[in-house]
């Protein structure tokens, strides 16, 4: 890959200093960010290839801390239903159906939407088939980290599913074993717990004792639910956040997800622990409730955005979900100062970053770091006029705003194509796929008006 230089474009670093950069040039070699410099001072090398980018902005490549990519050919599927029902009548039959090929499916539909959206990094919180999730990885040239979704108990797990806490353990070391640091580093291993209302207290705390061996994360949802709230009330006898740290989970190296069910003791708790979170707007809004974001904050915690799966969101779009948090939290605490447009930014790249524990290599536009970035045309009638650039990537981008992304110097999508993919096929595959697994799992949905 050569020398890229990149012309004529506003860079927002999302560095330390929020520095957003006029006539400068940005230059990446080997998969590397290399300098940064004022366009006076810049010099094309043999070989170098000049993009001129006229006009565009550059930004750190999105980082998108919570998605479940198996779920993505289940999108559609559990539309308007309570949070039980859509775990027990639609997901789990859907999940625990899936073919590995079917996997592999689900991972490059939700990758090519990723790319689409700018994303360039993932947390993943739970697949089923280790090996084709990686190839599609692999394929689509992203950075994720992964886990298996790992439960052990709780009403109507399916069969397929219903393992012991030491195999479940067993299971996970082994995936970490083959997996971990693969792909030049793009993928990372971590350790999976759904939800405590599906995870029995010898299993968290095995998962506690592997992470440390492993010096591994554990992806988990926490508090997400009312329905949990009341669960873990009556079978622990308190709150999800105050039983896992009884239990020792609570540590930096946890990404808790949704934590919609949380006071203020709690909040300080996972300050303590350096606890990161990630925030699903969508998914909240649709199935849960809404979260305490800006107290999280407030109270010291890291806080970054994620879509959730394609099942509990729909679109899948990083840009829709910056809008959204800054909303619903404005509308929720009837504060427009809230949630500013500086913070939200900071939640799909640096602060993202950190909740993977990679903000050393990604999440910011820095000398040393990798090349990961997105292309953004401002120049279509929803973003324009520009009086405020960091405002109006928030409050007005579109997914459609997203030009081109590049991983690790990679042109994932460039100009709206994709060079590496076929993303006709992918579609057409998916499709296919998606009805079959429906039939096999012997879900009905119900009838939506009235069809002849
Ligand atoms: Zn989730």
Known sequence: ????????????TMDAGRRVLTHHVLIINEGRITKIQP?????????????????????????NSHVHTVQHLGRGLSDDVDILTWLHKRIWPYESNLTPEES???????????????????ADAGIHHAEPTVRAIGELGLRATLCFSIMDEGDGL????????AQLIRKQEAAYREFHGALDGRIEWWLGLRTLMNNSDQ?????????????????????????????????????????????????PKLLAVHCVYLDQEEMDLFHKRGVKVSHNPAAALRVMGLPPIVELQRSGVTVSIGTDGAPSNCRNSLIDEMFLAALVQKGRLRDPKVMPATDVLAMVTINAAKCMGWEKEVGSLEVGKRADLCIINPNTPNMQPVHDVISNLVFSMKSDNIESTICGGKWLMREKKFPHLDAEKILATAAKQAEAVRKRAKIKLPKRFNWT
Not at 104 to 122: A, D, F, K, P, R
């Open 1 to 12: 890959m050569p020398r890229t230089s990149f012309h004529n474009a506003l860079i927002v």
């Open 39 to 63: 366009a006076a001072e810049w010099k094309a090398s043999p070989g170098e290839e000049i993009v001129d980018l006229k006009g565009r902005y550059i930004l750190p490549g999105l980082v």
């Open 104 to 122: 592999y499916t689900c991972t490059m539909l939700c990758g090519l939407e990723q790319i689409q959206n700018g994303v360039t990094s993932m």
């Open 158 to 165: 399916p069969k397929v599913w219903q393992l012991t806490p």
């Open 203 to 251: 299993l968290v705390k095995r998962t506690i004792a592997s992470a440390e061996k492993l010096n591994t994360w554990v992806h988990m949802h926490v508090a997400e639910a009312y329905e949990e709230k009341l669960m873990i009330q009556k079978s622990r006898g308190t709150t999800t956040v105050r039983h896992l740290e009884k239990l020792g989970l609570l540590s």
